[in-house]
């Protein structure tokens, strides 16, 4: 009697290989059960054919009593054939907040990445098959997906948010191959597996679909998961179309990491938001629902034309200055804040004994004192300030008398309102937020920007630069200051 074969093995792996040249090893995500087992043997055939060294990586998560007996059997299976075999033990990470199932995908895909980056593995082949893709488009249903949900899966895909790994690709050489046909193939060939009881718990989302819904489609609807899967390859052609006018958009409206939102609103609200999902997309950003995207489009494009708009977005917020948008990282609070931009609440006092530099962590950042170097400042400053007269070559190589600076009781604090600086002698003087309006700098940047006095008198904004007043040009030694938050 003729064996099982599942149809199209050969197409299916060179499918999947597709663009990956000279492959010398490629890896199977191994958990012992049925499908990933068939994987193992189909995989184990092809790597021979091909001279391809085949590795095997299982990921031991400890939700069950029997992960210890599942890992040793992946081991054997792997020893039988001849298959080099590592196991990863990891914990869940933040299943509170995503789910077990979900904090389980996320702790596996990221193990499997590293196994694979440490064995200079390019090709990870897990064994999602044709029932597994009608199951994602069914739950990608009840969940309300877009075009991107309802794609499915794809036969080869980099996944480097989940991976950690970006030159590896993901490869489903069975997609096309039922759980029916997998089932016979490892039936005919006495491929031992073992039996994962938490696939039989219909708590879980796909679970319940797979024991109770998809019965009964194939009893109603028999061979619905090709069609599934019919449907799955036009969501994806959609969403290539898509992802096409939102890159083409994207660069029309990209002024630097920020967009124009002049430009935003002259689009209609479907492709606003198809290039807003994009955006999110490049930045690594989780995907907002359809009414928050909706919410903040609204926000964002009708509020009045100087208004400093704030949208607060899981991973980052979303905020609008001079009609820009941008997508700034959500900072920790620092406690050199103050509770009102113009208490009195007094700064941090402190003496500069010769440190090259001086960490100030409840201002987020270090302040160094900069020895001045005539040439290169002298360069850079004349660039920066080509506005000003020639005079203003000289000013550059101008600097803090080290003496001077030792003997003065120095302050630290964020702006209290009403602060002004002179950068130079042929310029005026003027008030901070002129100068951070002068260089565009968002407001709640300057909010995280540190000044230092002397005194009653200013000598450095940090975002802006030194206040003349205390400079000296002379040959002796000088110092700039200047800050990096970190």
Known sequence: ???????????????????????????????????????????????????????????????????????????????????????????????????????ARKSRYAALGALCREHDVTLLLTAHHLDDQAETVLLQLLRGSGPAGLSGMDAANAAPELLLNPALVMARPLLSASRKQLAAYVAERGVVHIHDESNDDPQFARNALRHRVMPALALAFPGFQERFARSAQHAQSAQRLLTEMAEQDLAACLDGDCLDVAKLRLMSADRSSNLLRHWFSVRGLRMPTTAW????????????????????HPDCHVRRYRDRLYLTPKLAELSGTREDEFDDTPGTSFRWNGEAELAFPAYGGVLYFD???????????????????????????????????????????FRKGGERL?????????????????????????????????????????????????????????????????
């Open 1 to 103: 009697m003729k064996k099982q074969q599942i149809p199209g093995l050969a197409q299916l792996f060179a499918r999947a290989l597709d663009g990956q040249g000279t492959l010398p090893r490629m890896a199977v995500a191994l958990s012992g059960g049925l499908d990933s087992s068939a994987l193992l043997h189909l995989a184990h055939e092809y790597a021979q054919t091909h001279q391809i060294a085949l590795y095997a990586f299982h990921i031991h998560h400890g939700l069950s009593t029997h992960a210890d007996d599942w890992q040793a059997h992946c081991a054997r299976s792997c020893a039988d054939l001849g298959v080099t075999f590592e196991a990863r033990r990891v914990e869940l990470a933040q299943r509170e907040k995503f789910g077990t199932e979900a904090a």
């Open 371 to 413: 020895e001045v170097d005539d040439a290169a400042d002298a360069d850079a400053d004349a660039d920066a300030d080509a506005d000003a007269d020639a005079n203003a070559n000289a000013v550059p190589a101008a600097g803090l008398d080290p003496a001077w600076l030792r003997e003065q009781a120095l302050v630290i604090e």
């Open 293 to 312: 995207l909706a919410e903040m489009l609204a926000q964002l494009t009708e509020a009045r034309d100087h208004a400093q708009v704030l949208v607060t």
């Open 422 to 486: 002179k950068p130079a002698a042929n310029r005026p003087t003027r008030g901070l937020k002129y100068h951070y309006q002068a260089l565009d700098i968002p407001a709640w940047e300057r909010a995280r920007l540190p000044v230092v006095s002397a005194g009653k008198q200013l000598l450095f904004a940090a975002g802006i630069g030194m206040d003349c007043h205390h400079l000296r040009q002379d040959g002796g030694m000088r110092l700039k200051l200047r800050w990096e938050a970190k």
